[in-house]
């Protein structure tokens, strides 16, 4: 196997919309297109995209991690039986970085990887779903996976009504649970934030006709443990799906004492960028194998290559891959989910096109989408992505 080309840009993903921490006016992601040549000259086009809520990485990527990229040897991104290697690849871009203070190479390094697995599912002729569950899962995979609906963002002069029928519009699209942010009334004392989110939960909640288990809330980080245990108190009783990021996501003690005052479940990890942060959390967040949700997100985590470290670590400390639902609604984790058999994985039905959402024509049906049968991540069969990704030559 050998790398041949490696092309990088910059798409936007900006979007009007704000969660409790930032606004995505001036989101942008990184795009890369590696092509790989193998046995007598067969060639795949690997694409690859960093997911939402870190920035495009071009700086890292032309500096770093593409040139040592190229200059790998054959033997170094190929595997003992001659197929492309991504973990090969991989500890070639890693080369010369001391551990720990993972920043956003984790993003640069993670783009790389997703086209990597991109290639080699193509190279191989199977949608990488199925080589995955072929490589790592015994050979089987989920027939779909349960995905969810999240929105429900702050917009300029968005009131209750726009964001029921924002939740009513995804429940039409075939999802049954949705997701919305919380904690994000700017400068307002925590008593009179939680009044106005607790209108809007219940709103949502009628719309589910009372069903706390179709609604997940998310704080994205914002709160410190006094608001986190405030709000902890008045959502308990709604039994919510899970409640996300209630706490700075590198804050494990805080995270620990709200679980022992919140039963139902917790959600969090789209914002632990390595095995060992991931492990940390796991270590010493307090949460609970039998009921909370890990929400790593492989594409910004340095790629698949760390995710199924990640999944190792989870299983050796009695944590089961179904506890997985990640971040980030893009095809890679869908794939990830199906062919290692996480619970699930996030969808944005309104935001961030063209990176989020499944292939067309795949419809959601019942919450769970089903793969498309097309050689690789699946962005042939993704025409808005993938006139995108074509940008690349
Ligand atoms: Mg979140």
Redesign the pocket.
Known sequence: MRITAIRQGIAPISSAIA?AYIDFSKMTASIVAVTVEGEGGRRATGYGFNSNGRYAQQGLLAERFIPRLEAATEAQVTAADGRLDPAGAWAAMMRNEKPGGHGERSVAVGVLDMALWDAAAKLEGVPLWRLLADRFNKGRADEAAWVYA?GGYYHPGKGVDALVEEMRRYLGMGYSTVKMKIGGAPGTPIRDALREDMQRIEAVLKLLGGDGSRLAV?V?GRFGLHAALAYGAALAPLNLRWY??PLDPLDYATHAALAEQYAPPIATG?NLFSMQDARNLIRHGGLRPDRDIL?FDPALSYGLVEYLRTLEMLVAHGWSPRRCVP?GGHQFALNIAVGLGLGGNESYPEVFAPFGGFADDVPVVEGRVRMPDVPGIGFEAKNELLAVLRTLG
């Open positions: 969660n999240a998310d994205n996300e990021e789209e929400q971040h």
